[in-house]
């Protein structure tokens, strides 16, 4: 009912950015709680950041400072802006949503993931 299609991922060398997006299509009436969670290779699927509808925000201990999330709901779309990008930020990244996808119905909806690789 909703489809997330992620881009932005690729190959980046220690100290640099990359910047994720997450867009949203389907049938839907609202999108609420936008946010990222990323897997690393060999360990368990990890929470990155969220996004409120009104535009609140909270990151992982691990991205402060260096991750941005922010989001355009004239267009449903999510975004996560990665600076100072570190070996350890490698790891399958995956965009997330709470959609009402019917009157009054919400229901968690994921992408299909995007890799990220930092490495020199």
């Known amino acids: 009912q909703v489809e997330l299609v992620e881009s932005g991922g690729g190959l980046v060398q220690p100290g640099g950015s990359l910047n994720l997006s997450c867009a949203a299509s389907?049938?839907?009436?609202?999108?609420?709680?936008m946010g990222w969670y990323r897997q690393p290779p060999g360990k368990a699927r990890e929470l990155v950041t969220t996004?409120?509808?009104?535009?609140?925000?909270n990151y992982a201990d691990s991205v402060k400072g260096r991750f941005t999330i922010s989001r355009d709901n004239a267009k449903n779309t999510a975004y996560l802006q990665m600076d100072s990008l570190k070996p350890e930020d490698t790891a399958t990244y995956y965009c997330?949503?709470?959609?009402?996808?019917?009157?009054?119905?919400?229901?968690?909806?994921w992408g299909q993931g995007t890799q990220v690789t930092v490495s020199s």
């Open positions: 389907g049938s839907f009436f609202s999108i609420q709680t």
């Open positions: 997330n949503l709470d959609a009402e996808y019917a009157l009054k119905t919400y229901k968690t909806f």
């Open positions: 996004i409120s509808k009104s535009g609140r925000t």
